[in-house]
């Protein structure tokens, strides 16, 4: 599902208002888990990349399919609870959701370039992202470092 369509697919009946609760949820408890502790541009950013992975042909077409991916996004995957617990941090999270999905910031624009499908924290250990050597480093927000295709 591609998010610019998702008020006109609701208006129309395509969608069902859960699968959007759920999509929508996906994204705010995603920049919940994954930048929480970042500021919007962050959040945002972390935001992006996931739905430059619906965008693309390689991944699910959905932001749940994306985020429940096997080992993709470590929040999903943790065994720890899934329920935001820091009211101030889900509060900004749903306010990041909006602006990403709706375009009310020029900052919903970052990263425009599709090909931005990766990120890892800056604190991680090189053994664990050696996967990135196949890759293009693009910039580093917050405590993400991100990444393109070659």
Sequence with gaps: MKPIFI???L???VLQAEEYDSEY???AKSIYFEAGNQNLLGKLAVAKVILNRVA???YPNSICGVVHQY???SWYSDGKSDKPKEEDAWRLSLEATDHI???ETPEARVF???SIKWYHADYANPK???WTSNLNRVDKLGAHIFYSDR
């Design 7 to 9: 008020a006109i697919l």
């Design 11 to 13: 208006a129309a009946g």
């Design 25 to 27: 949820m996906c994204l």
């Design 56 to 58: 693309a042909t390689d």
């Design 71 to 73: 080992k993709q996004f």
């Design 101 to 103: 999905l709706f375009g």
């Design 112 to 114: 425009e370039d599709p």
């Design 128 to 130: 664990m992202v050696a």
